[in-house]
């Protein structure tokens, strides 16, 4: 079976594909001294506290932190006997084209969503993905990676505000009751939470208005569903975008290997 790693700035997901789906997802906090003895005691753990029998075959990897990208690859031949495959690096093809800047360095995670958002919808696609940076990335009518924006992220503009203004305290995003706060707390929220919906509208708007044809817009990370409850900004929500993206990869990069 395969196993799907997506190492975020601030989390790193695990997920085991099956051939058919995704049948135990789990996360742990991003840290680069996290060794490949205690990737697997904390994976076994948790695969034996539900159930999970499985024998893990194949791993794939995408990282926005390279620093903990070795320890992953040991982890993979220590414990599992395979290498690898990592997004990004030389041996890894991708199934779509990625048509930026010649030397630009694009995030695999960014990749990785193009290659999922194309095989559900087709080309001409917006996808946003909420997590320690907003992202708005564009894929164009032929599914080629096109560029896109960054956004700082939610949790990371509030962190910025209590850092950085002492009478500012930490407050978690929720939906405010009302747009104009009667307290410290609730103007925050209101701020974040409609600064969001607004920021996403208008680099939408403008995407399209750019691009100069319809374009469907598909979000994924955790604040998706909180914003898309108050305001249908998005066409399509998806939970699993990148492991979606991860499994396609994975699969092409076999199929060339059959050739």
């Not at 024998?55 to 414990?79: A, E, G, H």
């Not at 990749?111 to 999922?116: E, H, I, L, Q, R």
């Not at 407050?171 to 104009?180: F, L, M, Q």
Request: hydrophobic share 40%; with cysteine.
């Amino acid at each position: 079976m395969l196993l799907a790693i997506d190492c975020g700035n601030t989390n790193t997901i695990f997920s085991i594909w099956d051939g058919n789906k995704f049948v135990s997802t789990w996360r742990i906090a991003t840290d680069h001294q996290r060794t490949a003895d205690q990737y697997f005691v904390w994976l076994s753990s948790l695969m034996s506290l539900q159930n999970v029998k499985v024998t893990i075959t194949d791993v794939i990897i995408s990282s926005t932190v390279p620093r903990v990208v070795f320890n992953l690859r040991v982890l993979s031949d220590r414990y599992f006997d395979t290498r690898p495959i990592v997004v990004g690096k030389p041996e890894c093809s991708i199934p779509i084209e990625v048509r930026v800047e010649t030397g630009t360095a694009v995030g695999p995670d960014r990749v990785v969503n193009s290659v999922a958002g194309y095989n559900l919808y087709g080309g001409n696609l917006i996808i946003v993905d909420f997590g320690t940076a907003t992202t708005f990335d564009v894929v164009d009518h032929d599914g080629a990676y096109i560029g896109g924006v960054i956004a700082p992220g939610v949790n990371l503009s509030l962190q910025a505000l209590h850092q950085m203004a002492a009478a500012l305290p930490h407050v978690d995003i929720a939906k405010p009751k009302e747009v104009i706060g009667k307290n410290t707390v609730s103007c925050m929220q209101s701020g974040v939470f409609w600064g969001y919906i607004g920021l996403v509208k208008e680099i939408c708007r403008k995407i399209k208005e750019e691009k100069k044809e319809p374009m469907r817009v598909v979000a994924t990370g955790g604040l998706a569903p909180l914003l898309q409850s108050t305001e249908k900004l998005f066409e399509n929500v998806e939970e699993n975008l990148t492991m979606q993206g991860l499994r396609l990869i994975f699969d092409y990069n076999k199929s060339l290997e059959s050739l």
